[in-house]
Nanobody, 130 residues
Framework: QIQVVESGGGSVQPGASLRLSCEAS????????VGWFREAPGKVREGVAG????????YYGKSVKGRFTMSGDSAKNTVYLEMNSLQPEYTGVYYC???????????????????????WGRGTQVRVSS
């Protein structure tokens, strides 16, 4: 069974950067897809970024495109979310989630949908405030 564990959250001022990490285990890392989701106070969980470890294809939510970068390190079974120029609207709990990648599978059609991800971490808090 896939397990994912997030780390790297914290409290920062507007304009600062943070890097979140997500370490995966329990399944061949190269055959996974991994995503980041944000749950802001009072709002539904939304997709931030999703990546196929196998192909490297990466997708971003509209609100973070050009500001966040998702990458992977297969040697460490870890993905990262580099967040730059953070603003208060990015405050929330960030969850890492994963699934088993299948060529031609439904993940490629909706890589930022929570419905595609079966395995979830406990989340890490990011708070952006002056």
């Amino acid at each position: 069974q896939i397990q994912v564990v997030e780390s790297g959250g914290g409290s920062v001022q507007p304009g600062a950067s943070l890097r979140l990490s997500c370490e995966a285990s329990g399944y061949p890392f190269s055959n996974m897809f991994v995503g980041w989701f944000r749950e802001a106070p009072g709002k539904v969980r939304e997709g931030v970024a999703g990546r196929s470890i196998k192909t490297g294809e990466t997708y971003y939510g509209k609100s973070v495109k050009g500001r966040f970068t998702m990458s992977g390190d297969s040697a460490k079974n870890t993905v990262y979310l580099e967040m730059n120029s953070l603003q208060p609207e990015y405050t929330g709990v960030y969850y890492c989630a994963a699934g088993a990648y299948m060529t031609g599978g439904s993940w490629q059609r909706r890589p930022l949908s929570t419905l595609e991800y079966s395995y979830w971490g406990r989340g890490t808090q990011v708070r952006v405030s002056s």
